[in-house]
């Protein structure tokens, strides 16, 4: 009988066995700084409009929360204290100053960011002039655990307002960049478990998403979570000046990750008040992580 017993125990305990559930959360919280400052381009967050994002972000009650469009650092720390007196633990950070003085990307985790790998100086050349990419390669290390780490990127491309020197043309550039970064992370450790979030401002279909992807099958490919609402809906953006609903966002995973996502607790964020808060509705990945 003890035999039998010590049997059933050894196969419950299984490499991987022990871990815990974690949240990811992406969302453009659509240009989160003051509505009147001297030098901004556009206006900026009502104190309504950022109460809203508050509650949004409070209800999906994410363990880390990948941001794009986040003002200035002292909107920053504005944000982070209104996530404190929600009751929300975040306890480390990561903002990104590149060259968009408007618009950052951040993140805020429940866990300890172990290594700090953004770029906020990367440029290239474009119809013969030499272009930055505005909002850089946001790139942390979160420990889950002691043995257990996740790497997370972030971007925000060239949105599709028009400029000289073509919106296409820069989008596809950055998201060229961003493919060689990751490219060098898996090369170098291709069993990594990695996570890209952000706002590619491009559907499924178009080459800026199909050159972040990677090739088909390959060793570096990753796949952009099929997340949809309560509704089936799949669309990410309003965007209101062409009365547009469309998926510019994305949660990507690569190989190595997409075993421990937890489908059915994948999705896009749908309650009424999310057009409230942004032009953008947060993704939402539940990861089941192990403990090698």
Not at 162 to 168: Q, S, T, Y
Not at 239 to 246: E, H, L, P, R, T
């Amino acid at each position: 009988m003890k035999s039998l017993l010590l049997v059933g125990l050894l196969a419950l305990w299984t490499p991987g066995a022990f871990g815990r559930d974690v949240v990811f959360a992406g969302y453009n919280v659509q240009n989160y700084a003051p509505l009147l400052e001297v030098g901004r381009k556009k206006p900026g967050k009502s104190a309504q409009a950022a109460d809203a994002v508050i509650q949004v972000v409070r209800e999906i009650g994410p363990d880390i929360l990948g941001i794009v469009e986040m003002g200035p650092p002292r909107q920053f720390e504005e944000f982070r204290s209104r996530l404190t007196a929600a009751g929300l633990g975040y306890t480390d950070f990561e903002f990104l100053e590149a060259a968009d003085a408007d618009r950052h990307l951040a993140l805020v985790s429940r866990f300890p960011i172990v290594a700090r790998q953004s770029i906020a100086d990367l440029s290239f050349d474009a119809n013969g002039s030499r272009e930055k990419v505005k909002r850089g390669i946001l790139d942390v290390t979160v420990a889950i655990t002691d043995r257990y780490h996740l790497r997370v990127l972030g971007v925000h491309l060239k949105s599709k307002l028009e400029v000289r020197e073509g919106e296409e043309v820069l989008r596809r550039n950055e998201a060229y960049l961003l493919r060689k970064h990751i490219d060098r992370i898996l090369e170098t450790d291709p069993q990594i478990h990695l996570l890209v979030f952000g706002d590619f401002n491009d559907t499924k279909d178009e080459a800026t998403v199909r050159e972040v992807a990677g090739i088909r099958g390959g060793p570096g490919a990753l796949t952009a979570l099929p997340l949809e609402d309560s509704h089936g809906d799949r669309w990410t953006h309003y965007w209101k000046v062409k009365d547009v609903y469309a998926r510019i966002d994305y949660l990507f995973v690569n190989k190595a990750l997409s075993p421990a996502v937890d489908r059915s607790r994948c999705y896009l964020y749908r309650q009424p008040i999310w057009k409230d808060a942004s032009d953008h509705r947060p993704l939402v990945a539940t990861l089941k992580t192990v403990d090698p």
